[in-house]
């Protein structure tokens, strides 16, 4: 079977998006970067791609909050006619990733439930963490998905917030939690979750930046680190797509 088209959203200010490009190819897709101007422009580019993801970075400098002036451009661009095709593409049970600040474009958009605000430390935070996928879960990202997965975090604004938690769970909607350290105080150490549907992810941490095992800063001394690479979240995306 061909490879899946993907999309990879970037605007000004996101940094992550050839990170995207290359975990989507090592999982078999045909990735592509799209600037969201150019996607607000012409709504009828994401008609042939299979997989969409929000690269992560600082969109507009943060400005107004992180992730809300992306959320309004890719909602509101264009009277509305992009955040319609972005509902459709979710409804046609193709696959969409927002990864940190894509993650926070998400909830901003109201394609995911809860919001991010300041770390608990009131500090950026850079470091690797450890994540394990939710019992329960309904989402495709992390479908077969069962050792753990390190990936590293980069944000200020990571703390994950919702007013019921255990009702999110309960929906199968918690699919990622910090497992050991909770770097950021998110609540019930979520790291990310989806949408009803569950083809719709959106994770704080990186795994885009764990895919291959040399960019584990342990790859020389632990030669299992391919068991724990971020990689597996694109693989299953792509088995959903295809």
């Given at each position: 079977m061909s490879r899946p088209q993907a999309i990879i959203v970037a605007g000004p200010g996101t940094n992550r998006d050839t990170d995207a490009v290359l975990a989507l190819d090592l999982a078999g897709a045909e990735p592509a970067v799209v600037l969201a101007a150019e996607l607000i422009a012409t709504p009828g580019l994401l008609d042939t791609a299979r997989i969409l993801v929000i690269a992560g970075g600082f969109?507009?400098?943060?400005?107004?909050?992180?992730?809300?002036?992306?959320?309004?451009?890719?909602?509101?661009?264009?009277?509305?006619?992009?955040?319609?095709?972005?509902?459709?593409?979710?409804?046609?049970?193709?696959?969409?990733?927002?990864?940190?600040?894509?993650?926070?474009?998400?909830?901003?958009?109201?394609?995911?439930?809860?919001?991010?605000?300041?770390?608990?430390?009131?500090?950026?935070?850079?470091?690797?963490?450890?994540?394990?996928?939710?019992?329960?879960?309904?989402?495709?990202?992390?479908?077969?998905?069962?050792?753990?997965?390190?990936?590293?975090?980069?944000h200020g604004e990571g703390r994950y917030v919702h007013p019921d938690p255990d009702a999110l769970a309960a929906a199968g909607q918690v699919a990622l939690r910090y497992d050991g350290t909770n770097p950021n105080g998110s609540v019930a150490a979520i790291a990310g979750v989806c949408d009803v549907s569950g083809v719709v992810l959106g994770l704080m941490p990186h795994p885009e930046n764990h895919v291959i095992p040399r960019q584990h800063p342990r790859h020389h001394r632990d030669h299992g680190t391919t068991r724990f690479l971020g990689l597996r979240l694109f693989e299953a995306a792509v088995r959903h797509a295809k």
């Open positions: 969109s507009y400098g943060d400005a107004l909050g992180a992730g809300r002036m992306l959320a309004l451009d890719l909602m509101a661009g264009d009277g509305g006619r992009l955040g319609e095709q972005l509902r459709a593409f979710v409804d046609s049970g193709r696959p969409v990733l927002g990864i940190c600040n894509g993650f926070q474009v998400l909830t901003r958009a109201g394609l995911l439930p809860g919001a991010l605000g300041h770390n608990d430390h009131g500090r950026f935070d850079c470091r690797w963490v450890t994540l394990t996928a939710a019992v329960g879960s309904r989402c495709i990202w992390t479908s077969g998905v069962d050792d753990p997965i390190h990936c590293p975090i980069a």
